[in-house]
Structure formats: C-alpha cells, structure tokens
C-alpha cells in the first residue's frame, strides 16, 4: 500500500497526501479483521473508500463487498463520493450497484436493513468485506459474513469495520476489538483496533473548527463516547455511576474475619455466580466470579464449591424460580443444586428493586468512594456491569438483550437485594434510590400478602 507521500495516484482521482497518522495505519493493517474509528469525525468513511480503491488497484481481479445498514447510506456516504473519485476509471453499474476496476476487480455494494437481509451473502465468496458502522450490525450478521471471507486464490481475507459506541452491535464490536475478550474458536492475533477521534483529523478540524465546541456540548455520556470514543460512557446505560477508577480494584487477601456472600443466576444458556466479601464498615468487595455455559446443575454447583475451596459462605442467594417442583419427579433446581454441595437461600425477584439496590451500593459519596469495588480479575463483570442498558419503557429497570452480559449482573442483583433486606435504618436514609427501592419491596410484600 502506498504511504501518504505518494501523493495523488495518476490515472484515479486519489490523493493519500492529507490523510492522518490513524488513517495510513489502517491503509497498513493486515490481520485479518480490522476495527478503525470509535468516535465520531475520525474520518472513518474516508478511509474505507480510500482502502477499497487501492486494494482494488493492487490486487487486480481482488473481489469486495462494502456493506451499510440501508442502501441510502450507502448512496449518500460512499456513491457519490467514488463516482467523481473513480470517473474514467472505474465503471459503476447501478444496476448491480457494483464498480469494475481495471484488471476486473470489482467492488460490490451492499445492505443489511433488517436481520435476515444477511442471509442473502450465505454461499458467496469474497476477499474483502468491508463493513461500515459495524455497530449498527447485529453480531448475527457479522458471524455470518464471516463465513463468505473466503476463495482459493492468493488475495488476502480481510474484514475491515468502521465503528462508533452505540447501536445494537455495540457489545460484539466492543468485545471483540476494544475489551479484547474472546470465545473459543476465536484468535487473539486475527484481530485490531485503530481508535480515532476528531482531534486525529486534521483536515476535518480545518474546515469545521466549530464541530469539536458542538461535542463538548453534548449531555454526559453522549460527549465522552462520541467525543472521546469511550465504550463504557454510553448514553442511556444503566449504571451511570460505574467508573473503573472507582470501583475496580486490584487484588488482595482477604481477612479471614470478613463475612462472604455468593449470588447466582441459573438458566438454561449460563449458570453465573459471584463471591462477595463484606468487611467492618459496611463495604462490599466482589472477588470472585463465574460464569459457564453448557454446564449441568450438578457439574455447575461443584465447580462453585470447589472454587470456594474452605471459604466459610455465610450464604447463596438464588432466583426464587429455582424452587418451582417438577411436576414429574417433585423435585425443584434448589434441591439439585444442594445436592451437588451448593444450598441455596431464596432471593427475590424483584429486578428494579433489585437494580436500585446495586446502584445504591455503587453510588459515589463523599470522598469519592463507593461501597461496592471489584477485583480486577472478575473481567466478565466489570464489562458487563456498564453495558447494561435503561428500559425505555420502564426507566428504572434494565433491557435484558443482549441476553448474554445479564447473567453476572443478574447475581450480584440477587445478592444486592439480600444486603438490602439487612441495611439498617440508618443506612437507608443515606440515599433518595434506597427510599425508592423500599417503596419497591413495601408493594411486593403487599402483593404477596393479598
């Protein structure tokens, strides 16, 4: 590839000349899938449109796919953009919604609007896919795209992403390029994250000085994920009170007199758990987390035990659904659970209650301390924890999709509402969301009583 003082290429109206330091390394990246942006104005679309054109002139023959959420986006922010670009040069067929390049490379353009749109890419083959404002891509769609990465010849198979916080694949794309938190089957090395904000984009900041005061203006959280291209500061998410510079902490041995806690959270697609030590004064440390899947209640239960290995718990509170009886052997989950070295105290499943009590615990006072912290070692949680997001229809209670980052939170919910039940009165005058959670659990009781 070209570096940026290549100028103007003769034969195509293409000139590297401008481009930033953040965007000539993603003309040079080479694994195998490639993440630029992260925030807004970093000159992502410019950098993919620039990356199709000389891959297509240095791999004549070189087959690619570029794909937004609607065809619209795709006219308005790369069409009219490569048609003056690639005048004479290349050929665009409307039609096809495809340009032929010299040497028979071809760029196909193409959409994604709804989930099964993608399925329309099952069974071809491509050498670069290119996917623009990955976030709006569901991590179905990524997936099966992936599967089209392929052909029996030399060319290389790269997916390139752009990206911003946000959007319904907002978690995969986190996760896979920025957390760097892997599945099995998925390799480390294959993947890279260029972050770019508005300040790495120079020209842009030339023309339009006033778009940076435009940022700043935002409302908290908005501004520091479209600004700054933090992943955690998402408007709309619920723990708006988590910061990793307050509560995550490192590692330490815990005092032997310390009272310690688990909670789970048991379904048929994870079984999650978390070990929560209390010290002195009323401060709450989780130092231990689980979270399997594919894992049978007895195979479950004593992997928990084991990993509590001699640890005195003074109890584990569970879903209270975990004591409905099979109606076939008159048995419930509870039992199962006990069985395999695991009892159980039935929690409540009270979740804005249960979600008030957590913000309570991670609420920052004076002093800017907070009585909940977690050891840096329990990743899962601390990645979960700021993803979860506000239901828009039930403000004071969490989405529960993406089904996958609810099941640590879900535990330590289930543990929250048991330190709930045993803060003193003292304590609940502390905080205006403890009262709100109490006036919660005042109409739970009356509904069960009646």
Known sequence: MPSKNAGPMPGVNLDLSHM??????????????????GARAGGKSWALRHKAVLLAINYPGIKMLLLRRTYKDLERNHVRELEPMLKGFAHYSRQEKLFTFPGGSILELGYCAGENDVLQYQ????????????????????????????????????MYLTCNPGGVGHEWVKRLFVSRRYKQG???????????????????????????????????????????????????????EFDRAVHVVEPFDIPAHWRRYRGIDYGLDCLACVWIAADELGNYYVYREY?????????GAEEIAALSGGERIEYTVAPSDLWARSQESGRCKA????SGGLPLQKGNNNREAGWLAVKDLL????????????????????????????????????????????????????????????????????????????????????????
């Open 123 to 158: 069974g071809q083959e491509y050498d670069i896919i290119f996917i623009d404002e990955a976030t709006q891509f569901t991590e179905f769609q990524f997936s099966t795209l992936t599967a089209c990465l392929r052909g029996a010849n030399d060319f290389p198979k790269r």
């Open 20 to 37: 930033s330091d953040k965007q000539e390394r993603f003309m040079l990246a080479r694994r195998r899938y490639v993440a630029y942006g």
């Open 363 to 450: 609420r920052v006072v004076s002093g800017g301390e907070s009585r909940l912290k977690i050891f840096n070692s329990c990743t899962e949680l601390i990645e979960c924890l700021p993803a979860l997001q506000r239901d828009a229809n039930k403000p004071t209670d969490c989405m529960t999709e993406p089904h996958d980052i609810t099941h640590l939170p879900d535990a330590l919910r289930y543990f929250a509402l048991g330190y709930a039940g045993n803060a003193s009165a003292e304590e609940k005058e502390l905080s205006p969301i403890a009262k709100h959670r109490q006036k919660l659990m005042r109409g739970t009781r009356k509904r069960v009583r009646n």
């Open 186 to 240: 998925e390799k480390p090395e294959e993947y890279e994250f260029i972050a770019a904000t508005v300040f790495d984009n120079r020209i842009f900041l030339e023309k339009d000085p006033g778009y940076v005061d435009a940022l700043n203006s935002l409302p908290s959280g908005l501004r520091e994920a479209w600004r700054d291209g933090n992943w955690d500061m998402l408007a709309g998410r619920y723990f708006s």
């Open 291 to 299: 979270a399997k899947s594919d894992k049978t209640i007895s195979e």
């Open 335 to 338: 039992d199962l659970f006990r």
